[in-house]
Nanobody
Framework: QVQLVESGGGLVQPGGSLKLSCAAS????????MGWFRQAPGKERVFLGS????????YYADSVKGRFSISRDNANNVVYLEISSLKPEDTAVYYC????????????????WGQGTQVTVSS
């Protein structure tokens, strides 16, 4: 089992950038594929992107390609989400997730969540 804690959210002006962190503890971090999701007010939680266990391969939802970047530091058990050119519609609670397999990350089988971090984009 793995425990996840997100941080780095806050109030950001449109056009700004933000780097979110997700610190993991528990079972070996490098055995998990990691993903980022977000949930806007009144909407369902949606997938943003994922990163492989060790080679850094990433995959992004079409809606965020080019503005979102996921990376991980297995030595320090952290996964990051960098967001650039922030828009008001990026306002949401951002969650990281872990699973042993991509299938689980997407389907929810044996998927672990953090508590989320709020990002608000407003002038």
């Amino acid at each position: 089992q793995v425990q996840l804690v997100e941080s780095g959210g806050g109030l950001v002006q449109p056009g700004g950038s933000l780097k979110l962190s997700c610190a993991a503890s528990g079972r070996a971090f490098s055995t998990y594929v990691m993903g980022w999701f977000r949930q806007a007010p009144g909407k369902e939680r949606v997938f943003l992107g994922s990163i492989s266990r060790s080679d850094g391969s990433t995959y992004y939802a079409d809606s965020v390609k080019g503005r979102f970047s996921i990376s991980r530091d297995n030595a320090n058990n952290v996964v990051y989400l960098e967001i650039s050119s922030l828009k008001p519609e990026d306002t949401a609670v951002y969650y990281c997730a872990a699973a042993l397999y991509y299938s689980g990350l997407y389907s929810g089988d044996n998927r672990y969540w953090g508590q989320g971090t709020q990002v608000t984009v407003s002038s």
